[in-house]
Nanobody
């Protein structure tokens, strides 16, 4: 059974930075991509960033381009999200997710089949 555990959320002032991390287990579970998605109160879950696990290609929502960076550490089996220049609009619960089947658009949240429990990011203005 796949387990994804997020950490690193918290409260930060606008313009500040946070780094989220996702620990994945078991090490050998099949994944074609992993990503970060978020959900703010009263809003639908939305795509933030993803990485194609084998080739390392990265994808970002327009709203976070040039501010957020997704990365993976194969040795540690972790997925990270470096978030800089945070805005109040970035406040949400952030979820780590994995996509276990090939193909499809990595920005589609419905294609992710395993999810973590989420970590809260709060940005004060």
């Amino acid at each position: 059974q796949v387990q994804l555990v997020e950490s690193g959320g918290g409260l930060v002032q606008a313009g500040g930075s946070l780094r989220l991390s996702c620990a994945a287990s078991p090490r050998t579970f099949v994944r074609y991509a992993m990503g970060w998605l978020r959900q703010a109160p009263g809003k639908e879950r939305e795509f933030v960033a993803a990485i194609a696990w084998t080739v390392g290609s990265t994808y970002y929502a327009d709203s976070v381009k040039r501010r957020f960076t997704i990365s993976r550490d194969n040795a540690k089996n972790t997925l990270d999200l470096q978030m800089n220049s945070l805005k109040p609009a970035d406040a949400a619960v952030y979820y780590c997710a994995s996509k276990g089947r090939p193909g499809g658009d990595l920005t589609y949240t419905d294609l992710y089949n395993d999810w973590g429990q989420g970590t809260q990011v709060t940005v004060s203005s």
